[in-house]
T-cell receptor
Framework: GDSVTQMEGPVTLSEEAFLTINCTYTATGYPSLFWYVQYPGEGLQLLLKATKADDKGSNKGFEATYRKETTSFHLEKGSVQVSDSAVYFCALSEGGAQKLVFGQGTRLTINP | DTAVSQTPKYLVTQMGNDKSIKCEQNLGHDTMYWYKQDSKKFLKIMFSYNNKELIINETVPNRFSPKSPDKAHLNLHINSLELGDSAVYFC?????????????FGPGTRLTVL
């Protein structure tokens, strides 16, 4: 079945550092790809998405590009802030299915 | 506020009890979901309903029974609670059943079974 693999956490960075969280997927067709963020004690919020190959999703300084050739959707941000501390989930959704398949989540902590 | 809401936010109960979690969305969406998040933060779909009709039932014990009285509500009833049911349960909704649509999540219900 479809699956998503994220880099192991936790990840700890200093403020203004560059962030990359790796995400790769396995799918039989052409999925849509998503990054969701979960702040402490809250539900998940969509951070960005891409629905076809070479699409770049972006929001709040975060970016991810749908790479079909490497089946990847890595999350990047040029300069992180303390307020970016959260758990980040990569997910896919495929045509015909009505569910999100999530990676295991990556906990990010940004120190001032 | 337009949102997905869940009640209760916290639920502590004894093994063997029966409990329900309620979910409501006022976003006008057609599709609603239940997800379970375990202690390691892993999220997995449990059920999906589209216009009150069950679409997905992902290998969930039949002690779990979802009920959708209308397309704005999706409740989760759990019989004979077990220790392993302790988790955070998230309700979500999406505009249509399309695979490209984002899902909007509720704040979660933390269930603790003692």
């Amino acid at each position: 079945g479809d699956s998503v693999t994220q880099m192991e956490g936790p990840v700890t960075l200093s403020e203004e550092a560059f962030l990359t969280i790796n995400c790769t997927y396995t799918a039989t067709g052409y999925p849509s790809l998503f990054w969701y963020v979960q702040y402490p004690g809250e539900g998940l919020q969509l951070l960005l998405k891409a629905t076809k190959a070479d699409d770049k999703g972006s929001n709040k300084g975060f970016e991810a590009t749908y790479r079909k050739e490497t089946t990847s959707f890595h999350l990047e941000k040029g300069s992180v802030q303390v307020s970016d501390s959260a758990v980040y989930f990569c997910a896919l959704s495929e045509g015909g299915a009505q569910k999100l398949v999530f990676g295991q989540g990556t906990r990010l902590t940004i120190n001032p | 506020d337009t949102a997905v809401s869940q009640t209760p936010k916290y639920l502590v109960t004894q093994m063997g009890n029966d409990k329900s979690i309620k979910c409501e969305q006022n976003l006008g969406h057609d599709t609603m979901y239940w997800y379970k998040q375990d202690s390691k933060k892993f999220l997995k779909i449990m059920f999906s309903y589209n216009n009150k009709e069950l679409i997905i039932n992902e290998t969930v014990p039949n002690r779990f029974s979802p009920k959708s009285p209308d397309k704005a509500h999706l409740n989760l009833h759990i019989n004979s609670l077990e220790l392993g049911d302790s988790a955070v349960y998230f309700c979500a909704s999406s505009p249509t059943s399309g695979w490209y649509n984002e899902q909007f999540f509720g704040p979660g219900t933390r269930l603790t079974v003692l």
